[in-house]
């Protein structure tokens, strides 16, 4: 305990040494993350100096292993980490979808040269990445794939489309589900890496009710993907993709401490609350945003020593995604009128009424509620036929 | 500290989920103790086994002969007294009653503590005036009177009153009814002259009084901790009570669910088992993932009140309003989703209903604490 307590004390004085100020003040709205990448354009020095003294340190991926650009902590002292940064108000050094999603899959099933190569870039914010999984017949019934990946000896040849692409637009790779049997469903995919400047890639954003658009269609005409390029056994990508999936849903779900996990009561009452049901309806709010956040803190606790159940995220991403839903639900009724601006200043340029609809896709994306649902009743409640 | 039970608090359960499945089932206590219409509502062979267990001291602190546990421990304990319904004066006596006693005068613990480690006494607590829990008014009013006091009010909701050697009592000796300051806690015994009951049977078949007392003379040795600066022990003691109530109500709601589970795993209609239905899967899904959040927020708040962390009362309001809201589910889909045979009373799913219904109103409900949650979080 008392190593711990020297680690936390050392993790304290370095975040109060090393974290500009700047970093210190909430993050706003989606332009103020930062998601490193070649096309990257920091929003400040602060938000670039941040990045890169984590970045040096491991501290961007903390619980990865030293050699593919984490500190090597261990659950314990990554905790510790996280606890500490949120105790100093500082940002996240650094977010992207190689972090949450891609990296694990590379921990799990990429090969040493993969690993040393991919994580290393992703840590340090070299390379960001999309994920290309929908497309626009396969949706919930995502195994129904049909992008094909022709064999031509030493490469593939990609042909096909995909939807619901995350920021495609402004990502460096993508990490891709790919037909390669056409006689298999499950064992007929594979999981592939390429890169977006490859000739025959394109996308095109989709604009969404919020007006804005993080997600894209990407196309692939004859798109060239060496062997090399393959994460785990040909036609075995599901396994990986369903791994990866896991922890896309433990992102969504915010069981890290994301927004739904803070309380609301209290901000909006700031400037006296004069209607007792909406009192109420915040009040039950806080109830259940406060049991989550400890639900998702008992999670990755257990995660960590191996004790959830492997379907849990699934659990998570349910229940994370209701919440959060159900929080704009409750910011929009409490800013009445002003909420429903859509370009204002006050409003800074609409952000309620624009996180209020972007919060409705969280309960479709990466797996919608109901399929939450299934996989819940079918491999943790072991319901008959589900 | 991580969210789940530590190895000693694993072992714990394991031998405490082994007990109360045997000797603490509902067949064996509920349906037994209820059936013969027992005036205590419990078995004290029972009680006296909890003692052989060593979980009548769990709490009470080592050189009172105790255990020195936290309320995770007596968590663990609850959880499966409420999966098994198991009737006993374990909250009242060894978690509130000896919470009280820890702030007591070496005499007044050399009193009560040996018979509660030995399963032999039981204590009650009177706090509540009135149908709902409100403990931040007591008009209960004790006076001086020569060397001691006389205690003059009523209480209600007196669990186990009528079977208690002595009642934890919240009595006001100075100020107005509403008054934070001005509370004492007094250990009254049963033989007091004075104290008049109405026991009446609960809808789970627990037994709780009204209790009068007219003039109930008491000695100064009676008293528990400071005159008149009892309202920081009554907090310790209401908190742990509810935490201890949300957690058998989680063991409750999980008792219901895995009944529920099972049944929707066996009965057929339509040619198929009625767990093939999505209807019910959506809901049975949806009530496990409320069901894992409330057993979360309920450590979560145990661990904060054994550390002494300035957020416990936020959580343990938080854990309580949200562990009553989850088991009131589940015990309503437990026996919606039984059909006909859930209203019966040969089917046990009807018993975690009622058996919920009387902990939500225990120290406080829902919406009680909900209020709390706004106001201990400042609007």
Same mark, same amino acid.
């Not at chain 2, 008009?139 to 009010?153: D, M, P, S």
């Not at chain 2, 589970?261 to 209609?269: H, M, N």
């Not at chain 2, 979360?296 to 009140?305: H, S």
């Given at each position: 305990m008392s190593e711990l307590e020297a680690f936390r004390a050392e993790i304290r004085a370095w975040i109060e040494a090393n974290c500009p100020e700047e970093m210190r003040k909430p993050v706003q709205g989606e332009d103020d993350i930062c998601w490193g990448g070649r096309n990257f354009v920091f929003k400040s020095?602060?938000?670039?100096?941040?990045?890169?003294?984590?970045?040096?340190k491991g501290f961007t991926v903390p619980d990865w292993p030293k050699p593919y650009g984490g500190a090597g902590m261990s659950p314990a002292e990554a905790k510790v980490w996280r606890e500490e940064l949120a105790r100093a108000g500082a940002r996240p050094p650094l977010s992207s979808f190689g972090i949450w999603m891609l990296g694990p899959a590379l921990l799990k099933f990429g090969t040493e040269e993969q690993k040393v190569l991919y994580l290393n870039q992703i840590a340090r914010g070299e390379i960001r990445w999309c994920q290309g999984y929908s497309e626009p017949g396969s949706g919930s019934d995502l195994v129904s794939l049909q992008t094909f990946g022709e064999d031509k000896g030493d490469h593939w040849v990609v042909n096909g489309q995909k939807i619901w692409t995350s920021y495609a637009d402004k990502a460096d790779w993508i990490?891709?589900?790919? %037909?390669?049997?056409?006689?298999?469903?499950?064992q007929g995919i594979s999981f592939l890496l390429f890169d977006m400047t490859t000739p025959g890639v394109t996308t095109k954003p989709i604009k969404l009710i919020s007006g804005s658009s993080p997600f894209c269609e990407t196309f692939f005409d004859n798109v060239v993907v060496p062997k090399h390029q393959i994460v785990g056994q040909l036609n075995?990508?599901?396994?990986?993709a369903k791994y990866l999936l896991g922890h896309e849903r433990e992102m969504i779900s915010g069981a890290g401490g994301g927004e739904q996990t803070s309380t609301i009561g209290k901000v909006l009452a700031r400037g006296g609350l004069d209607d007792p049901m909406l009192r109420a309806e915040l009040a039950q709010f806080d109830i259940d945003a406060l049991a989550f956040a400890a639900c998702g803190e008992k999670f990755l606790d257990e995660i960590k020593v191996g004790k959830a159940h492997p379907a849990k995220p699934n659990m998570m991403k349910y229940a994370g995604?209701?919440?959060?839903?159900? %929080?704009h639900e409750l910011l929009m009724a409490a800013g009445g009128s002003t909420a429903l601006e859509w370009e204002s200043e006050e409003t800074r340029g609409g952000a309620p009424a624009r996180s209020w609809l972007r919060t409705k896709a969280n309960s479709i994306e990466g797996g919608t509620s109901e399929v939450m649902l299934n996989v819940v009743a079918k491999r943790i409640l072991e319901l008959p036929g589900a | 500290m991580p969210l789940y039970h530590t190895e000693d608090q694993a072992m714990l359960a394991e031998s405490v989920t082994g007990f109360m499945a045997d000797e603490g089932g509902i067949k064996k206590q509920l349906r037994h103790w209820r059936d013969f219409n027992c005036k205590d509502g419990f078995g004290h062979g029972l009680w006296k086994q909890f003692a052989e267990m060593g979980l009548t001291g769990m709490l009470a602190a080592e050189a009172d002969g105790g255990l020195a546990m936290g309320h995770v421990e007596a968590g663990i304990v609850l959880a499966e007294i409420g999966r098994n319904l198991t009737p006993s004066p374990f909250l009242t006596t060894s978690v509130m009653g000896v919470t009280a006693l820890s702030e007591a005068s070496d005499d007044l613990r050399g009193r009560w503590l040996p018979g509660i480690i030995a399963g032999e006494t039981v204590l009650a607590v009177a706090i509540d005036e009135g149908a709902k829990h409100k403990p931040e008014k007591i008009?209960?009013?004790?006076?001086?009177?020569?060397?001691?006091?006389?205690?003059?009010?009523a209480k209600d909701f007196v669990i186990h009153g009528t079977s208690a050697d002595a009642i934890i009592v919240a009595a006001?000796?100075?100020?107005?009814?509403?008054?934070?300051?001005?509370?004492?806690?007094?250990?009254?015994?049963?033989?007091?002259?004075?104290?008049?009951?109405?026991?009446?049977?609960l809808v789970d078949s627990s037994m709780a009084s009204h209790v009068r007392f007219d003039g109930v003379e008491l000695d100064g040795s009676t008293v528990i901790g400071e005159v008149d600066g009892g309202r920081a022990l009554l907090n310790k003691v209401l908190s742990a009570g509810r935490i201890g109530a949300a957690a058998e109500q989680t063991g409750v709601g999980s008792g219901a669910f895995a009944m529920t589970?099972?049944?929707?795993?066996?009965?057929?209609?339509f040619g198929k088992l009625i767990g093939e239905f999505q209807a019910l899967q959506h809901r049975a899904a949806h009530l496990y993932s409320e069901l894992e959040i409330a057993e979360?927020?309920?450590?979560?708040?145990?661990?904060?009140?054994d550390g002494g962390s300035e957020r416990a009362e936020l959580m343990v309001s938080v854990a309580k309003a949200k562990a009553a809201r989850v088991c009131n589910l589940a015990v309503r889909e437990g026996v919606q989703m039984h059909g006909g045979v859930g209203m019966t009373d040969e089917f046990d799913i009807g018993l975690y209903m009622k058996r919920e219904r009387a902990l939500t109103e225990f120290m406080g409900d829902a919406n009680y604490h909900a209020e709390r949650v706004a106001q201990l979080s400042g609007y």
């Open positions: 020095a602060a938000q670039k100096q941040w990045m890169e003294v984590c970045a040096a990490f891709c589900l790919v %037909r390669t049997d056409k006689a298999n469903t499950y075995r990508g599901w396994d990986v995604t209701e919440l959060n839903k159900r %929080r | 008009a209960c009013r004790a006076e001086r009177a020569g060397n001691g006091f006389r205690l003059t009010g006001r000796t100075s100020g107005s009814d509403s008054d934070a300051d001005g509370v004492t806690l007094f250990a009254v015994p049963k033989d007091a002259a004075g104290i008049g009951h109405n026991a009446v049977r589970t099972g049944y929707l795993k066996t009965r057929k209609q979360a927020v309920v450590i979560k708040a145990q661990q904060l009140l």
